[in-house]
């Protein structure tokens, strides 16, 4: 997967001040990039335009050479995976074996085999055998590994983290730094945390500030 941002804009309000002001960035599958940066320069905002969220005021996205702007947020999801700050925002379901359900049950996709498939998602996320419990029971660190076997069960190419490690312990930063180093796909991720991306495996360093992207 290729994600290749073109002088991105972007403002909030018309006449406020552009929070993005021709950011240009390419992507890539099988690269771990990190987005550094002050609070409020607009980083979880360059996200969520990526993912369809937002919509750019100027320049543009595509994916895989296809303009984004035809893409609907659901059509990116299911190749583009979002991790949330805080997991709390993106679990929903009373049960974890539902969060994972959910998306293939509306969409008529949740065969035997798909719950089959599911149920060794949890296991390869250490959840195993929590399949009953309410999600926001859970650690931030259960929480966190939760919503990111949500995102994989999609079998996504391409994953952004936002301040992946800002609620979990020791183990739970590990884990998400063994998985990242493991992804085989590409990596965007939002982070303050420097000993969590000296973990990370040759991370290419991206700085957002005064609305545009340098790399290092």
């Known amino acids: 997967m290729k994600i290749e941002v073109n002088n991105l804009s972007f403002s909030y309000k018309k006449k406020s001040a552009p929070v993005l002001d021709g950011a240009s960035v390419v992507l890539e599958e099988g690269n771990i990039y990190a987005l550094l940066?002050?609070?409020?320069?607009?980083?979880?905002?360059?996200?969520?335009?990526?993912?369809?969220?937002?919509?750019?005021?100027?320049?543009?996205?595509?994916?895989?050479?296809?303009?984004?702007?035809?893409?609907?947020?659901?059509?990116?999801?299911?190749?583009?995976?979002y991790l949330f700050q805080n997991p709390d925002m993106q679990l929903f379901a009373p049960t974890v074996m539902e969060e994972l359900t959910f998306p293939f049950e509306i969409e008529g996709a949740l065969t035997d085999e798909k719950k089959e498939e599911l149920k060794k998602t949890l296991k390869d996320f250490g959840l195993e055998g929590m399949e009953e419990r309410f999600?926001?029971?859970?650690?931030?660190?259960?929480?966190?590994?939760?919503?990111?076997?949500?995102?994989?069960?999609?079998?996504?190419?391409?994953?952004?983290?936002?301040?992946?490690?800002?609620?979990?312990?020791?183990?739970?930063?590990e884990f998400i730094s063994d998985f990242v180093n493991g992804f085989a796909g590409g990596a965007l991720i939002i982070t303050h945390d420097k000993e969590f991306l000296e973990s990370l495996k040759n991370p290419k360093i991206l700085t957002l500030k005064g609305g545009k992207i340098y790399e290092a």
């Open 135 to 173: 999600p926001l029971t859970m650690s931030g660190g259960e929480k966190q590994r939760l919503a990111l076997a949500t995102v994989m069960s999609r079998s996504v190419k391409f994953l952004i983290l936002d301040e992946p490690t800002s609620a979990i312990d020791m183990g739970g930063r």
């Open 37 to 81: 940066g002050p609070n409020g320069s607009g980083k979880t905002t360059f996200a969520n335009l990526i993912l369809g969220l937002l919509k750019p005021s100027g320049g543009s996205i595509t994916i895989d050479g296809k303009d984004a702007g035809k893409i609907s947020a659901a059509q990116r999801a299911k190749s583009i995976g």
